[in-house]
């Protein structure tokens, strides 16, 4: 079943804005990622926050973890064209398989 | 030196012949997994194994059957494939169930 839902599903800016990009779900969870695709490649991870964390930083990218509203936020600061790529969220729920629930992405377009 | 490498990249089959797509991590990881991506790309876990031992099995369908013969390998055989099997497979690797994974560059099937 699917777990994480991105809004929005695609966001457009210029170069040197910030992006967010939002993530909710829907049951409990160990921790929750964050991903990249760029078009064509496979995913890489961005960052990985845990139940019991509100906020993490990695470089331009901020995340916040909302356990009660169960709902994420990316924000990408200072964008680049090389930002341009999907961008999932995943879940891993509490107290069953362990396994990654992936949300169907944001698709992130960063003009020059 | 690639992470998590997947072979073939590209697969082009008829409809009903068998293949595989091989898997291996050089990370020294436990944990392995298989996904697979359609169209939408949504991208859904199909497999997990944990030091050889499968833990994770959603519903895929029986001609569906991975194999891992070490800790570092993550076969997947397809027998009587479809033309909803069409698909981009992702293999990754984490170095035990809660923690980051790692994908490889994913191999893109088309059943004709």
């Known amino acids: 079943s699917q777990q994480g839902e991105e809004d929005p599903q695609a966001l457009s800016i210029q170069e040197g804005e910030n992006a967010t990009m939002n993530c909710s779900y829907k049951t409990s969870i160990n921790n929750l990622q964050w991903y990249r695709q760029n078009s064509g490649r496979g995913l890489v991870h961005l960052i990985l926050?845990?139940?019991?964390?509100r906020e993490k930083h990695s470089g331009r990218l901020r995340v916040t973890l909302d356990t009660s509203k169960k709902s994420s936020s990316l924000l990408i600061t200072a964008s680049r064209a090389a930002d341009t790529a999907s961008y999932f969220c995943a879940t891993e729920e509490q107290g069953g398989s362990e396994k990654l629930v992936f949300g169907k992405g944001t698709k992130l377009t960063v003009n020059p | 030196d690639t992470a998590v490498s997947q072979t073939p990249k590209y697969l082009v089959t008829q409809m009903g012949n068998d293949k595989s797509i091989k898997c291996e991590q050089n990370?020294?990881?436990?944990?392995m997994y298989w996904y697979k991506q359609d169209s939408k790309k949504f991208l859904k876990i199909m497999f997990s194994y944990n030091n050889k031992e499968l833990i994770i099995n959603e519903t895929v369908p029986n001609r569906f059957s991975p194999k891992s013969p070490d800790k570092a390998h993550l076969n997947l055989h397809i027998n009587s494939l479809e033309l909803g099997d069409s698909a981009v497979y992702f293999c990754?690797?984490?170095?035990?169930?809660?923690?980051?994974?790692?994908f490889g560059p994913g191999t893109r099937l088309l059943v004709l």
């Open positions: 990370l020294g990881h436990d944990t």
């Open positions: 926050i845990r139940s019991n964390e």
């Open positions: 990754a690797s984490s170095l035990n169930r809660q923690e980051t994974q790692y």
